[in-house]
């Protein structure tokens, strides 16, 4: 190859590497060695023949290099929109009800979740709370749960019966979801006058009740299969609703298993024990304060493991 050629080969190779650079700094992700290419492109040149084939392979695969960062940074635009579309749909806060502490919790994986949590008015003093878990995670499971929300808020309307809802929410949802997506959810009606909770479960986690007067933790887990596991029968079949009592000084600990299945850099599962742990040592203190302790410990333990699913926290104190 003459020195021109070779000349003219370089340049053109430090072009384009320059300009996919630029393109894939946008990605904050990505980034290309220059130096060390230049350093390798100079020991190899004297082993290229066909100068013409090389130019036009190169330009070829820098074309479709550059299409191709084009195309993820708009899909990393659109995953913006989502997220704050999501945003909107998740609330930002509790409803300050009389007699109740009341603190949210909810941090995505990826830039878009699974996950849901929600506060339904349905009458003067019954409220409904729910958390919801899509089985996958990121754009699919976010689209699933807008979904999810949007029916439970319509079926929840002056309805104080959560088996009912639920029932009716596996109706319209488990027809249209693919195979081998699921939901599960736990529905609660919170009467603000007797303090009475009314609870259906889809599969779900068993909801943490600490007793104030006993000073105990106990699993609430009403029996009921996930939507989307067998037909709209089979799901009637398995669903149960339970009601019960809360005094003062009770909490009740809703989440998603993102919390218990966290793991560390060793494959270990931070694990509903610890969970229960910091709520029976910390049960004089805020329903924020508990969970900013539960998040601190999760954050701690899991080190420098990225996060693995999403994390939802509901809890709920009794004044």
Same mark, same amino acid.
């Given at each position: 190859?003459?020195?021109?050629?070779?000349?003219?080969?370089?340049?053109?190779?430090?072009?384009?590497?320059?300009?996919?650079?630029?393109?894939?700094?946008?990605?904050?992700?990505?980034?290309?060695?220059?130096?060390?290419?230049?350093?390798?492109?100079?020991?190899?040149?004297?082993?290229?023949?066909?100068?013409?084939?090389?130019?036009?392979?190169?330009?070829?695969?820098?074309?479709?290099?550059?299409?191709?960062?084009?195309?993820?940074?708009?899909?990393?635009?659109?995953?913006?929109?989502?997220?704050?579309?999501?945003?909107?749909?998740?609330?930002?806060?509790?409803?300050?009800?009389?007699?109740?502490?009341?603190?949210?919790?909810?941090?995505?994986?990826?830039?878009?979740?699974?996950?849901?949590?929600?506060?339904?008015?349905?009458?003067? @003093?019954?409220?409904?709370?729910? +958390?919801?878990? &899509? *089985?996958?995670?990121?754009? #699919?499971?976010? $689209?699933?749960? /807008?979904?999810?929300?949007?029916?439970?808020?319509?079926?929840?309307?002056?309805?104080?019966?959560?088996?009912?809802?639920?029932?009716?929410?596996?109706?319209?949802?488990?027809?249209?979801?693919?195979?081998?997506?699921?939901?599960?959810?736990?529905?609660?009606?919170? @009467?603000?006058?007797?303090?009475? +909770?009314?609870? &259906? *479960?889809?599969?779900?986690? #068993?909801?943490? $009740?600490?007793? /104030?007067?006993?000073?105990?933790?106990?699993?609430?887990?009403?029996?009921?299969?996930?939507?989307?596991?067998?037909?709209?029968?089979?799901?009637?079949?398995?669903?149960?609703?339970?009601?019960?009592?809360?005094?003062?000084?009770?909490?009740?600990?809703?989440?998603?298993?993102?919390?218990?299945?966290?793991?560390?850099?060793?494959?270990?599962?931070?694990?509903?024990?610890?969970?229960?742990?910091?709520?029976?040592?910390?049960?004089?203190?805020?329903?924020?304060?508990?969970?900013?302790?539960?998040?601190?410990?999760?954050?701690?333990?899991?080190?420098?493991?990225?996060?693995?699913?999403?994390?939802?926290?509901?809890?709920?104190?009794?004044?």
């Amino acid at each position: 190859m003459t020195w021109q050629n070779s000349n003219k080969l370089y340049r053109n190779l430090i072009r384009n590497l320059n300009e996919t650079n630029v393109l894939l700094e946008k990605l904050e992700d990505f980034n290309i060695d220059l130096d060390n290419i230049k350093r390798l492109f100079r020991e190899d040149l004297d082993g290229i023949k066909d100068f013409d084939s090389i130019l036009d392979n190169m330009n070829t695969f820098f074309k479709v290099l550059k299409k191709v960062i084009n195309e993820r940074e708009q899909l990393k635009s659109e995953l913006k929109i989502a997220e704050q579309i999501q945003e909107t749909l998740i609330p930002d806060e509790a409803p300050e009800i009389e007699g109740f502490d009341i603190y949210p919790y909810f941090k995505a994986a990826r830039v878009v979740s699974g996950d849901y949590y929600d506060f339904i008015p349905i009458s003067n @003093n019954l409220m409904g709370l729910t +958390i919801a878990d &899509v *089985s996958g995670k990121g754009l #699919p499971g976010s $689209l699933v749960m /807008s979904m999810v929300r949007s029916v439970l808020r319509f079926e929840s309307r002056q309805n104080p019966f959560p088996s009912m809802v639920l029932r009716e929410v596996c109706k319209v949802i488990a027809q249209d979801l693919r195979p081998g997506i699921f939901i599960t959810m736990v529905y609660a009606i919170l @009467n603000t006058v007797s303090k009475s +909770i009314s609870m &259906v *479960s889809a599969g779900h986690n #068993p909801v943490l $009740l600490y007793r /104030s007067s006993e000073e105990e933790i106990m699993e609430i887990k009403p029996k009921g299969v996930g939507i989307g596991i067998g037909d709209e029968k089979f799901f009637e079949k398995h669903l149960f609703e339970e009601k019960f009592f809360l005094q003062s000084g009770d909490i009740l600990f809703f989440y998603t298993d993102g919390l218990n299945e966290a793991m560390n850099e060793k494959d270990e599962e931070f694990g509903l024990e610890k969970v229960k742990d910091i709520i029976l040592q910390n049960a004089e203190k805020s329903s924020k304060k508990i969970i900013e302790l539960i998040t601190e410990q999760v954050d701690k333990f899991r080190g420098d493991a990225p996060q693995n699913d999403d994390i939802t926290l509901l809890c709920l104190k009794t004044k």
